[in-house]
């Protein structure tokens, strides 16, 4: 699953996905929808102020998934100490399912999105819209109380996870050609994953050892060549000891391209040959490992 720090989660298909009309406002309007500036990016920030503000070290305790009392981060009994915004996982397990952290940080997205909308002008409709989303802002936040906020004790956030300081970059500069092997010229797109050693068993069963994978870039590949990958501007996080390279033609599933994962030493890897089409699929990452619930009283010492 994807970490809270991974990316701003939100896309521009999410926001049509329950507002068609939002592109075409937003051209109107001159309102920024993504990167530094964009709404989406706002949405995140405050969602995280959020968060951090309701489930703080005095007033929140967990719950693991079978639902026995944890304390710190894993530890039995006793308060859940700290959170930080790494260990946060917003995907969904469920396929097709939007999780309620997300659809929350979605229609947070909208309100402000027609919050801005409207005090660029005089517009009932703009208003109607913004207290809407913020209604829906209400309800999934109160999904997330109900749930839990899902936790992993020990984050691996995702090669150049955009929250994360000093995660490094991760982009096509990373993926070059070298000279080797037959096959004809090709597309293909490649994304890579941090491992945890200590706890991943292996490509059918990852456990929560591997992280979601990075954004993945297509390069193309001349005939006579192949692609090399490279980590070297990219830092490892805490507890990440290996990598994986998934690749895939365009379109399809991105599958494990390694026999083994790469140790951190090794800053480069070569994909030899054809790809690899009978191998794991890529994976969201880590799976919650317990659920961390804000106390609404004061706890007595």
């Known amino acids: 699953m994807a970490l809270y720090t991974d990316s701003d989660h939100l896309t521009?298909?999410?926001?049509?996905s329950v507002d068609p009309e939002i592109p075409e406002v937003a051209e109107t309007e001159g309102i920024s929808l993504m990167g530094d500036e964009g709404i989406c990016?706002?949405?995140?920030n405050q969602c995280a102020d959020e968060i951090l503000q309701t489930f703080r070290l005095w007033g929140a305790w967990g719950y693991s998934g079978s639902y026995i009392s944890w304390g710190a981060m894993g530890q039995p009994g006793g308060i859940v100490r700290?959170?930080?915004?790494?260990q946060i996982v917003v995907t969904e397990r469920y396929a097709r399912r939007?999780?309620?952290?997300?659809?929350?940080?979605?229609y947070r997205a909208i309100a402000l999105f027609y919050e801005a909308a409207a005090n660029r002008r005089v517009s009932d409709r703009y208003e109607i819209k913004r207290?809407?989303?913020i209604e829906n802002v209400k309800r999934y936040w109160h999904a997330v109380w109900a749930i839990g906020l899902p936790i992993v004790a020990k984050p691996l956030p995702c090669p150049g996870?955009?929250?994360?300081e000093n995660a490094g970059t991760w982009s096509e500069e990373n993926v070059s050609v070298v000279a080797g092997g037959g096959e004809p010229a090709r597309t293909c797109e490649i994304a890579i994953t941090w491992v945890?050693?200590?706890?991943?068993r292996g490509w059918s069963a990852p456990g929560n050892g591997e992280s979601a994978g990075s954004q993945p870039v297509v390069v193309e590949v001349p005939a006579g060549y192949t692609p090399r990958v490279s980590i070297a501007s990219l830092t490892p996080p805490e507890g990440a000891t290996h990598w994986n390279v998934y690749a895939a033609d365009p379109g399809r599933a991105l599958r494990l391209q390694n026999d083994e994962p790469v140790p951190i030493s090794e800053v480069s890897y070569t994909i030899n040959g054809a790809l690899r089409v009978d191998t794991a699929v890529l994976l969201n990452g880590q799976q919650p490992e317990t659920y961390v619930f804000a106390q609404r009283q004061l706890q007595r010492a």
Request: aromatic share 8%; no cysteine; charged share 25%.
């Open 82 to 86: 700290a959170i930080r915004l790494s």
């Open 12 to 16: 521009l298909a999410d926001l049509i």
């Open 98 to 106: 939007r999780a309620p952290l997300l659809s929350w940080m979605l």
């Open 41 to 44: 990016r706002l949405a995140w």
């Open 161 to 164: 996870a955009l929250h994360e």
């Open 196 to 200: 945890d050693s200590s706890r991943y």
């Open 131 to 133: 207290d809407r989303a």
